[in-house]
């Protein structure tokens, strides 16, 4: 049987962790990590097979970027992160653009059949970056936010029982998310929120990711846990309805940009989008967030 590899590029905080979670959950049967800070990531690499040690026989190692050759899955979380001075996930575009170009290459070289999954942002303009840059088919390049998004949501309305809470957040990975308050569900019978309701929770989303960045300096958990999640609906053909980022060619009405939808994840990547009616609401949310990133995936694509 063939082996399964996944490769994470960029071992910080949120890459050593979706290693750490890949290795866990005995997802794959190779973890490379990759990391321009070499010794950092053999010693992740070390960390995180000590862990497994008595639980499964995953291979991990750290080396250059070419060892990602033949991988299933790549996941690209390598950059500049947000800091308390760094308000907005764009304002980190310019010098993480930089990064996905200098990687993309190798990656298109030496594993032309992976799914390509981002987490790096602003997370939808980097995968349209990678889209752009590698030429792989849009299906296969995927953008990791939209199911931690969902997962604080569901969290905040689930009032200490996230589980029985169904809501997913599309739009942008940033300031335009747009959470799907029309079609949430609490054990699966539909939920009302009055108008104040929503824009309160809107508000509390919003704010979510720097309410852990302000106090621990980084998200790492939970990002790293939902892109676990989409890594194994995809290497498990599990055909699941996930939030993710998807290139967009003509469905809601777009085209060149990257943006939270609701896709079907299985083998083949983002195997459909499905196409949701929005209300009001969501509707200006969604296409204000859209507006954002078309014009700034052209600028860094033209
Ligand atoms: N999409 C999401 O849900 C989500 C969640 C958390 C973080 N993020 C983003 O993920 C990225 C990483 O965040 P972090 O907190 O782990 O940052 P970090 O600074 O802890 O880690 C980034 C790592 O990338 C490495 N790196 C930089 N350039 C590289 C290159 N060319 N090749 C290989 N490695 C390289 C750095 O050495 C560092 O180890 C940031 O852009 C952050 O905003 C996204």
């Given at each position: 049987m063939n082996k399964v590899k996944v490769t994470v590029v960029g071992v910080g905080n949120v890459g050593s962790c979706v290693g750490f979670v890949l290795a866990q959950r005995a997802v794959?049967?190779?973890?490379v990590l990759v990391d321009i800070r070499t010794e950092w990531a053999i010693g992740q690499a070390l960390d995180i097979v000590?862990?497994?040690?008595?639980?499964?026989?995953?291979?991990?190692?750290?080396?250059?970027?070419?060892?990602?050759?033949?991988?299933?899955?790549?996941?690209?979380?390598?950059?500049?992160?947000?800091?308390?001075?760094?308000?907005?996930?764009?304002?980190?575009?310019?010098?993480n653009a930089q990064v996905i170009r200098s990687i993309c290459p190798t990656i298109k070289e030496k594993c032309p059949n992976a799914v390509i999954i981002t987490i790096s942002n602003p997370m939808d303009v980097m995968n349209y970056l990678v889209w752009h840059l590698t030429g792989f088919p849009r299906q296969r390049v995927v953008g990791s936010g939209g199911m931690l998004d969902s997962s604080r949501a569901c969290w905040m309305l689930g009032d200490g029982k996230?589980?029985?809470?169904?809501?997913?957040?599309?739009?942008?990975?940033?300031?335009?998310?747009?959470?799907v308050f029309s079609r949430a569900r609490r054990d699966g019978a539909p939920i009302t929120l009055p108008p104040a309701e929503r824009q309160r929770t809107s508000e509390a989303l919003r704010m979510s990711s720097m309410?852990?960045?302000?106090?621990?300096?980084?998200?790492?958990f939970a990002p790293a846990a939902n892109t676990v999640s989409m890594i194994q609906a995809i290497l498990g053909d599990k055909k699941v309805l996930m939030p993710c980022s998807a290139i967009l060619d003509g469905e809601y009405g777009l085209k060149g940009l990257s943006i939270g939808v609701p896709v079907v994840l299985g083998r083949g990547g983002i195997e459909r989008i499905e196409q949701w009616d929005l209300d009001e609401f969501e509707r200006e949310r969604f296409y204000r967030g859209a507006r954002v990133l078309q014009d700034m995936c052209r600028s860094l694509t033209q």
């Open positions: 794959c049967d190779e973890i000590q862990s497994v040690a008595f639980s499964n026989d995953c291979h991990v190692k750290a080396g250059p970027l070419e060892e990602c050759e033949g991988s299933d899955v790549v996941v690209i979380a390598a950059g500049k992160a947000r800091s308390p001075e760094i308000k907005t996930r764009l304002d980190l575009a310019a010098n996230s589980t029985s809470i169904d809501c997913f957040v599309l739009g942008e990975h940033g300031d335009g998310q747009a959470p309410a852990v960045v302000s106090r621990k300096e980084a998200t790492t």
